[in-house]
């Protein structure tokens, strides 16, 4: 949490009962705090969770709003309608759900719990199976499936993983022939990246140690270490809440406990080539140090999940794995080598880890979902491409913040891949994405895009409220940003930009926010933030009217 005062919380569980017809909440419905925010000015905004009758609530979510004397100011809440089944007695077995999942998911089924299923408009008793060593998911991760306790109807198969590469990517890079050839190695130079710590005095360990990596991807960098004896050191960041990378070992690992710690005599990591394992580890543990650093230094987040905690990351994961993740069940990130045919690389780079690391900070605050997922493990849905599109717009402010020569910023994911296309993604004009079909503009059809490719439309609003429209060039790259209605938008900077859309996530988006809830959402924060008189605030709703979100065509409810 972002405070430890009970306070708020209290005041914010009573304000949610004594507001029942805002908030939702009814008989039997019990709410747990998972996050606080307070603002300088005394506001505060909590984030719940809610349990109907002792049972978890899926899509209960919400935050209750508070003024700076405890007052009720509004809520944001994810169900618009009142969580309470017309039954919770079961018809079918825990037993009987496992066996569904298992089937569906083709894995281990653990435990069935039984749920409140309010996603969707709907509410309904089913059971939530957790199955591991899933088929349905790239390297055998685990999946979330949630089966009717009535029906036995399948709701929802969800990988807990959030893969950089989707199933229909490495696809159609396949059906074109096509496979990534990135640019590695180390050209001399300084260190650049971290401000480590020197040693403690000779023998007394363990000892914060700042020592050198050569690196695939992002030249050579500063590693803040752990000394463990006088000729031994923990690729470990003592600095960075114990931040750590380890080697998967080519296993299909869920558990960074079963991860192998890297080790080293003289501090000095990497070779900059994949011959030494340790390569890999380099790129991962800068791109965490550095992610971490971004959260901190701009937005004061303490880690991930803004718990003083530190991040981990495990490399070589898996046998020929094209991909890198967030993995929900491990909390952690995981890389894979590639598959040696599509991707002949580890997939290291520092905005994979940056947008990555980012769905981690999406899961501890709004934990946004996708509406469906397909037989193949595409995702797709309005809530699915705003957590893409905030994983591309935070990782591209990874690279702003680290400034690394050797990796320049900009507003395009996954350049350094090495795909034809020269790019993965970019927020300017996201259509230039032929690969993956991305969107520039919101029309109905988005409610049901697969993830990555419907995530331009909040990409390109965060580009056009960060840089403006038209053409302009930034540290050797050159954008022409055009807009639904030939409209022209005028930017208000990326810091205040990104300060707008993190305040956003953070306080006004749930489980269900789609783009038209988001352009809410950031209105919301630019008033809190500049006054709803400001330029900030009308370059905001500028912004997603350049993209075809505007107050107008907002959906109804229900669809």
């Not at 009308?538 to 075809?548: E, F, P, R």
Request: glycine share 10%; charged share 20%; proline share 3%.
């Amino acid at each position: 949490m972002a405070t430890s005062a009970s306070s708020p919380v209290a005041a914010a569980r009573a304000a949610a009962f004594a507001h029942a017809s805002a908030t939702g909440v009814t008989h039997g419905d019990t709410l747990r705090a998972k996050d606080v925010m307070t603002d300088p000015d005394g506001k505060s905004h909590v984030r719940f969770v809610r349990t109907h009758r002792g049972l978890p609530v899926l899509g209960g979510d919400m935050v209750v709003h508070l003024g700076k004397r405890g007052e009720y100011l509004g809520v944001t809440r994810a169900a618009d309608h009142v969580v309470e089944p017309s039954t919770v007695e079961a018809e079918l077995t825990p037993e009987q759900a496992e066996r569904k999942a298992e089937a569906v998911a083709k894995g281990d089924a653990g435990t069935a719990r039984l749920v409140v299923d309010a996603r969707d408009g709907a509410v309904a008793l089913a059971y939530q199976v957790l199955v591991m060593d899933s088929d349905t998911t790239e390297a055998g991760g685990s999946s979330t499936v949630v089966v009717d306790a009535r029906t036995g109807r399948i709701r929802s198969n969800t990988p807990n993983t959030d893969e950089f590469i989707s199933p229909s990517l490495a696809a159609t890079l396949r059906e074109r022939g096509e496979s990534a050839t990135p640019r590695t190695g180390t050209a001399a130079g300084a260190a650049t990246g971290l401000s480590g710590l020197a040693s403690a005095a000779a023998g007394r360990y363990p000892a914060t140690a700042t020592g050198s990596g050569s690196s695939l991807f992002a030249g050579k960098v500063a590693l803040t270490t752990t000394r463990t004896a006088r000729t031994s050191y923990v690729l470990k960041d003592p600095t960075r809440w114990n931040t750590e990378t380890r080697d998967a070992k080519g296993q299909e690992l869920e558990s960074f406990a079963r991860g192998k710690a890297f080790t080293d005599g003289d501090n000095k990591w990497g070779t900059g080539t994949t011959s030494a394992r340790t390569s890999a580890a380099v790129d991962a543990q800068y791109g965490i140090a550095q992610t971490l650093d971004f959260y901190k230094k701009t937005f004061g987040r303490k880690g991930i999940k803004n718990n003083s905690a530190g991040a981990r990351g495990m490399v070589h994961f898996g046998n020929k794995v094209g991909n890198a993740f967030w993995d929900s069940t491990c909390g952690c990130m995981l890389y894979g080598d590639g598959d040696g045919r599509v991707f002949k690389k580890p997939l290291v780079v520092l905005d994979v880890t940056g947008h990555e690391l980012t769905h981690g900070v999406v899961d501890a605050t709004a934990a946004l979902e996708p509406t469906r997922v397909d037989d193949d493990g595409n995702q797709y849905g309005e809530a699915g491409a705003l957590n893409e599109s905030l994983a591309d717009v935070f990782g591209s402010n990874v690279e702003f913040s680290a400034n690394n020569p050797k990796n320049p910023p900009n507003y395009l994911v996954g350049e350094k891949l090495g795909l034809a296309q020269k790019f993965l993604r970019r927020l300017d004009h996201p259509s230039l994405d032929v690969l993956e079909e991305t969107i520039d503009y919101w029309s109905p059809a988005a409610y049901d895009t697969e993830v990555h490719a419907g995530s331009g439309v909040s990409s390109h609003a965060f580009y056009l409220l960060a840089e403006g429209s038209g053409r302009k060039t930034i540290n050797g790259v050159t954008y022409d940003s055009p807009t639904y209605d030939g409209s022209r938008v005028t930017g208000i900077g990326r810091t205040k930009a990104t300060a707008v859309f993190y305040r956003a996530l953070t306080r006004y988006m749930v489980s269900t926010t789609d783009f038209h809830d988001a352009r809410k959402a950031t209105l919301k924060a630019a008033a809190d933030m500049y006054g709803a008189n400001s330029a900030e605030y009308k370059a905001v709703g500028s912004a997603w009217a350049a993209v075809n979100v505007t107050a107008a065509n907002t959906p109804a409810a229900g669809r």
